[in-house]
């Protein structure tokens, strides 16, 4: 017996029952497949916002960080993402991942411009007491410049007293 079928390479071909159970098969594993991806990326969206969490930076650095780890230790992105949710939950992480998501957090916190961290991720203050103006420093509180508009015409500026037409500069 013989049942037409659609099919993303021929539009109507002839297919017979054994056809169709080959492609009801090959759409089960499909769909198998699909779910184990949506839970995927559950577990490493959720990784993601510990490590923004645990390193204070952006999640686009995290993402690249657990990326690091997997790549560097040899384990799969789901798996380093379940090792890290289990860590934020009070479970230990294995010594090459907590290495390494150490290091990738330092690599990518110095690329957003923030304090790179102490030990194993441990965020750094700010700065040191002395920095700011805090108990037992003998240095003054360093000025801030002030927040507003940047030289323009009629305004001193750093070119010579120039200034500048461009608006917003």
Not at 17 to 44: F, G, K, P, Q
Not at 118 to 143: F, M, N, Q, W, Y
Request: net charge positive; hydrophobic share 40%.
């Amino acid at each position: 017996m013989a049942f037409f079928a659609l099919s993303r390479i021929q539009p109507l071909a002839l297919l017979s029952a054994t056809d169709l159970a080959a492609a009801y098969d090959r759409l089960l594993e499909e769909n198998r497949h699909l779910r184990r991806a949506v839970t995927s990326h559950a577990v490493i969206d959720q990784a993601i916002g510990a490590v923004v969490v645990l390193g204070q930076i952006a999640p686009e650095e995290a993402w690249r960080a657990l990326r690091d780890v997997s790549q560097r230790t040899n384990v799969k992105l789901r798996t380093v993402a379940e090792h890290v949710l289990g860590y934020v939950q009070g479970g230990t992480l294995p010594e090459r991942e907590r290495i390494e998501l150490a290091k990738a957090i330092v690599r990518y916190r110095r690329c957003g411009g923030r304090p790179a961290p102490l030990g194993d991720g441990v965020p750094a203050p700010s700065g040191d007491a002395r920095e700011r103006g805090g108990a037992g420093s003998a240095a003054p509180r360093r000025a801030t410049a002030p927040a507003g508009p940047r030289p323009g015409p009629g305004r001193p500026a750093a070119d010579g007293g120039r200034g500048t037409a461009e608006p917003g500069r």
